[in-house]
């Protein structure tokens, strides 16, 4: 049974001070519950220093991304207010270990969705959606993690930025997507990469919150996940997302 | 030498093509990594095939992709000649062995109204001879053994061209957005390549006006009626005996291609 008080301090600590860290699975054994029982924990001592939990994440939503990591199973993580990066803003680079952007879109909730929701109920229960960016960041040494390492890890979530909301109104299951550094193309992509439409990205993220008994609720943004390999951030780099019909999202990184 | 080298490795190709065999790389015969002497091959079939009496329906360009440039080691795209018997209707299904060594590419297609003849072509000469859009699947095949291709051997091998397969929906360009369009090429419902519009040298357009221009240079200028495959707009797919391959590119609607087992 693994000690899971003690790895969600482990892991906590590990990201306020931007420090890697060995894989726990290198020296205590998980389960995926148990993982996911971390990461409850994990965020539960964050809303204890006055966090607000505003959503949730979607990993490993692309079969770029399942490649790049070796896994090939869906994860997701908590979203809170402390990881908002303002659209147009700057990302201190030294709060991160080795922080990667990954382009998505993200949904923002009219209502709770619960289980079991079909794709066009969870559609109805979409506000608005937009071009969104994750950064990611690996608590771990070299990125490196089995999947109960990264579940325990917040699924690597450590920010986002949202750009401008709009109505759901048009067909979102083949926008392409390209993500920009410093005006010019690193990675390039559609919607469809989110497996294969996000909007079955949403459904999942409604059924693996309900089995974790807290259900999607009204006014969370939804990360549905990256649709291309994950970019590694560089100190100073202007970071763009374009989404066709969506628009744009930025930020621009700090110089050190 | 030379001269002899490229009617032998032009010959060696045209088997393969026929016979449906493949043969091992041609660049070792000819000068290293001499596109020039590559061309010479490739038109020496052209002018063969032409005389038998195929006949050309546009062109395609190939190494339209940054990743791709690099592996071969070059930093331009190349070019071969499409002709009317590559063409397979949507969803038609493709014969075993129609195609060595058959892969998927999803293109845009242009179709043109106008000759491009001029010299000193722009962007405007193309958009003006541009009649529509379609969307395309691009199956193209080696007749390299085990795609052991350098650029010699591609651009020799008419740029590693098959068959192409055209939506049939034209789209005019001020409808489409043809560098964010996203593109899905799926096989029983997956996205195995996923990519947009710019993944195409920036723009599909930037590929087609390079191929407009270079064709002018050589003296096949592009002339009304014409297709021209801009290139891929996200990875090359494997094809497997049996697949049925859909090609989805925003604002262009679908097109696909089935594979007799």
């Given at each position: ?5 003690k790895i969600a301090e482990t892991l906590d600590n590990a990201a306020r001070h931007a420090e890697a860290i060995e894989q726990i699975s290198n020296y205590d054994k998980m389960t995926l519950p148990e993982a996911y029982e971390v990461q409850r924990t994990l965020i539960r001592r964050r809303l204890d220093r006055g966090e607000k939990r505003v959503g949730m994440k979607m990993g490993f939503t692309s079969r770029a991304k399942m490649v790049q990591m070796g896994l090939s199973d869906l ?69 490196k993690f089995s999947l109960e390492d990264v579940v325990a890890d917040n699924s690597s979530s450590s920010g986002f930025v949202v750009g401008p909301w709009q109505k759901a109104d048009g067909d979102l299951t083949n926008l392409g997507m390209v993500l920009e550094f410093d005006g010019r193309p690193v990675q390039i992509g559609s919607s469809a990469a989110i497996l294969g439409n996000p909007i079955r990205s949403l459904v999942a993220a409604a059924r693996l919150t309900h089995e974790a ?44 | ?261």
């Amino acid at each position: 049974m693994a000690n899971v008080v003690k790895i969600a301090e482990t892991l906590d600590n590990a990201a306020r001070h931007a420090e890697a860290i060995e894989q726990i699975s290198n020296y205590d054994k998980m389960t995926l519950p148990e993982a996911y029982e971390v990461q409850r924990t994990l965020i539960r001592r964050r809303l204890d220093r006055g966090e607000k939990r505003v959503g949730m994440k979607m990993g490993f939503t692309s079969r770029a991304k399942m490649v790049q990591m070796g896994l090939s199973d869906l994860v997701w993580g908590r979203l809170t207010d402390q990881m908002v990066i303002e659209d147009g803003g700057v990302l201190a680079f030294k709060n991160y270990v080795h922080p990667r952007v990954e382009p998505e879109v993200a949904f923002l909730l009219k209502r709770p969705l619960g289980w079991p929701v079909t794709g066009a109920e969870a559609l109805a229960a979409v506000e608005a959606v937009a071009p969104a960016m994750e950064i990611i960041d690996s608590r771990y040494k070299n990125f490196k993690f089995s999947l109960e390492d990264v579940v325990a890890d917040n699924s690597s979530s450590s920010g986002f930025v949202v750009g401008p909301w709009q109505k759901a109104d048009g067909d979102l299951t083949n926008l392409g997507m390209v993500l920009e550094f410093d005006g010019r193309p690193v990675q390039i992509g559609s919607s469809a990469a989110i497996l294969g439409n996000p909007i079955r990205s949403l459904v999942a993220a409604a059924r693996l919150t309900h089995e974790a008994e807290e259900g999607l609720q009204a006014g969370w943004i939804v990360m549905a996940g990256g649709a291309t390999a994950a970019e590694a951030l560089k100190p100073g780099v202007h970071v763009r997302h374009i989404v066709e019909t969506l628009g744009f999202v930025s930020f621009t990184v700090s110089a050190g | 030498m030379t001269e002899a080298a490229i009617e032998t490795a032009a010959r060696d190709i045209r088997t393969a093509w026929e016979t449906g065999k493949a043969i091992p790389a041609v660049r070792d015969s000819l000068p290293a990594g001499d596109v020039a002497a590559a061309y010479a091959v490739q038109s020496r079939n052209t002018r063969h095939w032409i005389a038998t009496g195929r006949r050309p329906s546009g062109r395609k360009i190939g190494l339209t992709a940054k990743a791709v440039q690099k592996q071969l080691g070059v930093d331009q795209p190349d070019y071969g000649i499409l002709y009317a018997d590559m063409e397979v209707v949507d969803g038609d299904e493709i014969a075993a062995g129609r195609v060595l060594q058959p892969r998927a590419e999803a293109e845009i297609a242009l179709v043109l109204e106008k000759d491009l003849t001029d010299r000193q072509l722009t962007l405007i000469d193309l958009i003006a001879a541009t009649a529509y859009a379609l969307p395309a699947i691009e199956v193209v095949g080696s007749r390299i053994a085990n795609w052991d291709i350098k650029i010699v051997d591609t651009i020799a091998d008419n740029a590693s061209s098959g068959l192409y397969v055209l939506g049939t929906s034209p789209v005019t360009l001020d409808r489409i957005d043809l560098r964010l369009c996203g593109m899905s090429l799926e096989k029983k419902g997956e996205p195995v390549s996923v990519g947009a519009g710019l993944a195409c040298l920036g723009n599909p357009l930037n590929a087609a006006l390079w191929l407009a221009r270079k064709m002018v240079d050589v003296g096949m200028p592009l002339k009304a009626g014409d297709t021209i495959l801009t290139g891929a707009l996200g990875p090359m797919a494997p094809i497997a005996p049996g697949d049925v391959i859909e090609a989805r590119i925003s604002g262009l609607g679908s097109v696909r291609a089935a594979f007799a087992a």
